[in-house]
Every structure is written in C-alpha cells, then in structure tokens.
C-alpha cells in the first residue's frame, strides 16, 4: 500500500514535470531541445542587420550572461520579432553555447 501510494506520487510528479516542459513556443512545437530550437529561432529571424561576426569579434561588447539576455531582449524588440520568452531563453542559449560561453 504504502509502496503504491509513493508510486502514485511519483507518477503525478513525472506528470507535471512533463507538462511543464511542453511549454508552446512561437512557431507552435514543444522545446525538446532548446540549443537546436534556439539555432533555429536565431537562423530564421536575426540575420536582417547582422551575422554571427558580431558575437565572435574581438571588441565584442556582451561580457556576461545577463548582458547577453539583455542584448537578445533589446535586439528582438527593436525589430518587432514574435517571440515568447522561451524562444528568446532558447536563443540566449545557443548564442553562450556557440559563441559567448559564459
Ligand atoms: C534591427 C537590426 C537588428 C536585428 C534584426 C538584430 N540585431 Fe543584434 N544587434 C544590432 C546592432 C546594431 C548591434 C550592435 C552592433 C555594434 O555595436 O556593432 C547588435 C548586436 C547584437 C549582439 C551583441 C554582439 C556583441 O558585441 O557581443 C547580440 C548578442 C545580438 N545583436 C543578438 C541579436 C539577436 C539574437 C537577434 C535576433 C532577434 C538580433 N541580434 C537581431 C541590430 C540588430
């Protein structure tokens, strides 16, 4: 009884757990991977002014996690860009994964 009651639980927590990580995102599929989701995310909507050189120049101004979550914030509303934030998370993670390494 007790064994199947901790069961239960345990079941009820697997459950939500996936739950909460089938959060939508912008193009309406689940994240499975984030560094994927976020190379895609950034190929499709961040090449209008800007390639990846600016992340790999030398005078690079992004020097921290949270100034690269900024910058991606900054750059995405400035162009209008329709993403919810775990598009945006998931781009912050590929650009610090392929670039910034924070
Ligand atoms: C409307 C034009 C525009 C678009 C679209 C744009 N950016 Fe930018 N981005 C800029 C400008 C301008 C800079 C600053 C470049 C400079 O100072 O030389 C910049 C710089 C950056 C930097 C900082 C580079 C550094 O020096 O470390 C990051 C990171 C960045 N952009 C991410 C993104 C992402 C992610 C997207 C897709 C949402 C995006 N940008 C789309 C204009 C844009």
Same mark, same amino acid.
């Given at each position: 009884?007790?064994?199947?009651?901790?069961? $239960?639980?345990? $079941?009820?927590?697997?459950?939500?757990?996936? $739950?909460?990580?089938?959060?939508?995102?912008?193009?309406?599929?689940?994240?499975?991977?984030?560094?994927?989701?976020?190379?895609?995310?950034?190929?499709?909507?961040? +090449?209008?002014?800007?390639?990846?050189?600016?992340?790999?120049?030398?005078?690079?101004?992004?020097?921290?996690?949270?100034?690269?979550?900024?910058?991606?914030?900054?750059?995405?509303?400035?162009?209008?860009?329709?993403?919810?934030?775990?598009?945006?998370?998931?781009?912050?993670?590929?650009?610090?994964?392929? +670039? +910034?390494?924070?």
């Amino acid at each position: 009884m007790k064994t199947l009651t901790t069961n $239960s639980i345990k $079941s009820l927590l697997l459950l939500s757990a996936i $739950s909460i990580s089938n959060i939508a995102c912008a193009d309406g599929e689940e994240i499975t991977d984030p560094i994927t989701h976020g190379e895609k995310t950034h190929n499709n909507h961040c +090449y209008k002014c800007h390639t990846d050189d600016v992340y790999k120049r030398d005078n690079r101004f992004v020097k921290s996690i949270d100034a690269l979550s900024q910058q991606v914030v900054r750059c995405k509303d400035g162009n209008n860009v329709p993403w919810f934030d775990e598009d945006t998370d998931a781009v912050v993670q590929f650009l610090n994964k392929k +670039y +910034y390494r924070f």
